[in-house]
């Protein structure tokens, strides 16, 4: 059983920062690969960075530059670092696990973390 707890959300005015984490439970996180999807009011949720289980990492072009996905697999841990963050921004802020169960994809999600960008 996998179990994903996003945390580090919130209130912060634009052109500020926030971290955010995501802690995995279970003994798959190390072959896993990781995301960062976001969804706001009335918006279909959207990818917004992915890192693989060799490390690799993308970003939807909204973001390059300002934010920065990293995985800690000692830790089971996955962050979002955002920097010159905008009201376009604000979204609920869910992080993703995908592996391969007996050949096929699975893929897990937590409960959300709220992000408002606003002055």
């Known amino acids: 059983q996998v179990r994903l707890v996003e945390s580090g959300g919130g209130l912060v005015q634009p052109g500020g920062s926030l971290r955010l984490s995501c802690a995995a439970s279970?003994?798959?996180?190390?072959?896993?690969?990781m995301g960062w999807y976001r969804q706001a009011p009335g918006k279909e949720r959207e990818l917004v960075a992915v890192?693989?289980?060799?490390?690799?990492?993308n970003y939807v072009d909204s973001v390059k530059g300002r934010f920065t996905i990293s995985r800690d697999n000692a830790k089971n841990m996955v962050y979002l670092q955002m920097n010159s963050l905008k009201p376009e921004d604000t979204a609920v802020y869910y992080c993703r696990l995908d592996v391969v169960q007996s050949g096929v994809w699975s893929h897990y999600w937590g409960q959300g973390t709220q992000v408002t960008v606003s002055s």
């Open positions: 279970g003994s798959i996180f190390s072959v896993a690969n």
């Open positions: 890192i693989t289980s060799g490390f690799s990492s």
